[in-house]
């Protein structure tokens, strides 16, 4: 197929295939099936000519167009989940059980654990006891965040209530040494669970509750990474959070 594009620029600018071939150092032939055959220069030769024309390369030869090369799986990652309910309760539990220095979940409420693990709060003063720091930090049911929240979920003061019954389950842990129990009225963009290096984020889309999202499972790398975006993404919203009274 001839390229038209390349036609139209040389006739405009009063090239010929002689002339053209002499200034990008190739051959005529090798200018004539560049515009007749539709044929494609080697990308060196290609921006030449394209600069003798003044013209965008890519403009006169698309082929020549490369995709940017998509960044390599980051090492950190561990397991990627299209939703959280792909996720065995089992593999929080056995995250948080590892624990050996630091445990901190941020959520509005994650009732699941609870419902699905009962010995949730037995497995989190065990860690605390053993020296680990525990920092628990739920949504604040009359925060306007969390309330916003319910609305774009469409479960109304659900997500209120589940805020109020998380916080029930916690409850039992307040005097225990090692653990700390706030509440946050901040946007939730995700939850995480962490253990010491590792952690569970579970993504929040608008719309779509929570078990629905996507979850991934990264390890901390020797540069913090991603890691340590979430890490200080927890501390910051810890910071405003208010602890919760006996």
Not at 57 to 81: C, D, F, G, K
Request: hydrophobic letters at 45%.
């Amino acid at each position: 197929m001839p390229n038209e594009r390349l036609r139209a620029v040389m006739a405009s600018g009063g090239w010929t295939h002689g002339s053209l071939a002499e200034a990008a150092g190739v051959d005529p032939k090798s200018v004539e099936r560049w515009v007749n055959h539709g044929r494609t220069p080697r990308r060196v030769t290609a921006l030449k000519a394209a600069e003798m024309l003044g013209e965008d390369v890519h403009a006169l030869w698309p082929a020549l167009r490369q995709a940017r090369a998509a960044r390599a799986v980051s090492p950190e990652l561990v397991a990627l989940y299209d939703q959280r309910a792909d996720l065995p309760v089992s593999v929080f539990v056995d995250l948080l059980a590892a624990a050996r220095e630091r445990i901190d979940v941020l959520v509005y409420a994650a009732v699941f654990l609870h419902e699905a693990y009962p010995r949730l709060n037995d497995l989190l003063r065990e860690r605390a006891e053993a020296g680990c720091a525990v920092r628990i930090a739920l949504g604040d049911a009359d925060s306007e965040n969390v309330q916003q929240r319910g609305q774009e979920e469409k479960f109304g003061h659900g997500i209120e209530s589940r805020c109020r019954l998380a916080l029930m389950h916690y409850r039992p842990l307040l005097g225990v040494p090692g653990v700390e129990l706030r509440t946050h009225g901040t946007t939730l963009y995700n939850s995480l669970y962490r253990a010491d290096d590792e952690v569970l984020v579970n993504a929040h889309a608008w719309g779509v509750n929570a078990y629905g999202a996507p979850l991934w499972h990264l390890r901390r790398s020797s540069n913090g990474g991603m890691f340590d975006t979430y890490a200080d993404s927890f501390n910051a919203v810890w910071d405003t959070a208010r602890p919760v009274e006996g």
